[in-house]
């Protein structure tokens, strides 16, 4: 069961990725890794904001603590000079201890500074990152763009494209239809020509004029005949026509110009 149901889960994958893969448009993926990217480069960006407040903060509140310092210092100087050494002493206790809070200020001022240019430099290499692959990406989608325009012109002029293969079906099924309507139309002529569908419109011809037509037709072949003969021969020639009628039998022929130049011998 186990063995069938991964069976199932790989073909189900390789189906998916298949359709997937017909779905996917390089560009469109071009376009969003590129989004990404910039999304990246700005987190990256108000990253080293972010630090950059944080370290101007500090050196607000170390310039602050600086002035304090050095107002105690002053007041010390003063009750001193006064002959009050307990409040010279006092003035002196606060300002050693802001000196404290101003030396871990300036620590931590240090290692956010020292952040910043790290974080500067992240961002500069990953804007030239950024930068080379929107160069990349265009070139891949302008060639990609030119390959489709190339593949479907292609297409078109050998037929295998779908706009193509409808046009070309439309124009087989309007000869198919032309063919056959031009045997129909042929039949037709042929059953009215030998009588067996009668022409509604009174103009059928009846046997006799059909048979007097196929005598003219093959008395044209036989004379036809007759002078290719004559001209292979060198000589005219008539031909003996069959089914011609009782008076073009009996009827004399004409001399032939040989028989004309010839003399008449004595009976």
């Given at each position: 069961?186990a063995g069938?149901?991964?069976?199932?889960?790989?073909i189900?994958?390789?189906?998916?990725?298949?359709?997937?893969?017909?779905a996917?448009d390089?560009?469109?993926t071009?376009?969003?890794?590129y989004?990404k990217q910039?999304?990246l480069l700005?987190?990256v960006?108000?990253g080293?904001?972010d630090?950059?407040?944080?370290?101007?903060?500090?050196e607000?509140?170390?310039?602050q603590?600086q002035?304090?310092?050095?107002?105690l210092d002053?007041?010390?100087?003063?009750?001193?000079?006064?002959g009050?050494?307990?409040?010279?002493?006092e003035?002196?206790?606060?300002?050693?201890?802001l000196q404290?809070q101003?030396s871990?200020l300036?620590?931590?001022h240090?290692s956010?500074?020292?952040?910043?240019e790290?974080?500067t430099?992240?961002?500069?290499?990953?804007?030239?990152?950024?930068?080379?692959?929107?160069?990349?990406?265009e070139?891949?989608?302008?060639?990609y763009?030119?390959?489709?325009?190339?593949?479907k012109?292609g297409?078109?002029?050998?037929?295998i494209s779908?706009?193509?293969?409808?046009?070309?079906?439309?124009?087989?099924?309007a000869?198919?239809?032309?063919?056959?309507?031009q045997?129909?139309?042929?039949?037709?002529?042929?059953l009215?020509?030998s009588?067996?569908?009668?022409?509604?419109?009174?103009?059928?011809k009846?046997?006799?004029?059909t048979?007097?037509?196929r005598?003219?037709?093959?008395?044209?072949?036989?004379l036809?005949?007759a002078?290719?003969?004559?001209e292979?021969?060198?000589?005219?020639?008539?031909?003996?026509?069959e089914?011609?009628?009782?008076?073009?039998?009996t009827?004399?022929?004409?001399a032939t110009?040989?028989?004309?130049?010839?003399?008449?011998?004595?009976?």
């Amino acid at each position: 069961m186990a063995g069938l149901m991964k069976r199932m889960s790989l073909i189900f994958k390789a189906k998916a990725n298949k359709v997937m893969d017909r779905a996917e448009d390089p560009r469109e993926t071009l376009d969003y890794s590129y989004t990404k990217q910039l999304e990246l480069l700005q987190k990256v960006r108000r990253g080293v904001a972010d630090v950059a407040t944080s370290r101007k903060r500090l050196e607000l509140q170390v310039q602050q603590l600086q002035q304090q310092s050095d107002k105690l210092d002053g007041q010390a100087r003063a009750a001193l000079a006064q002959g009050r050494e307990d409040l010279a002493r006092e003035a002196l206790t606060r300002k050693s201890g802001l000196q404290t809070q101003i030396s871990d200020l300036q620590t931590q001022h240090a290692s956010l500074q020292g952040e910043e240019e790290k974080l500067t430099l992240a961002s500069q290499r990953l804007q030239a990152k950024v930068d080379a692959f929107r160069t990349k990406k265009e070139t891949i989608k302008a060639t990609y763009t030119a390959a489709e325009a190339q593949t479907k012109i292609g297409e078109a002029f050998s037929g295998i494209s779908e706009e193509m293969g409808d046009v070309g079906m439309a124009i087989q099924r309007a000869e198919d239809k032309t063919q056959t309507m031009q045997a129909r139309a042929g039949a037709i002529d042929e059953l009215l020509a030998s009588g067996a569908l009668d022409d509604p419109t009174g103009t059928s011809k009846d046997d006799i004029q059909t048979e007097l037509d196929r005598l003219a037709s093959t008395n044209d072949v036989e004379l036809e005949l007759a002078k290719m003969k004559g001209e292979l021969s060198g000589a005219p020639a008539t031909p003996a026509i069959e089914g011609a009628s009782t008076a073009t039998k009996t009827a004399p022929s004409p001399a032939t110009p040989a028989e004309a130049q010839q003399p008449e011998s004595s009976s």
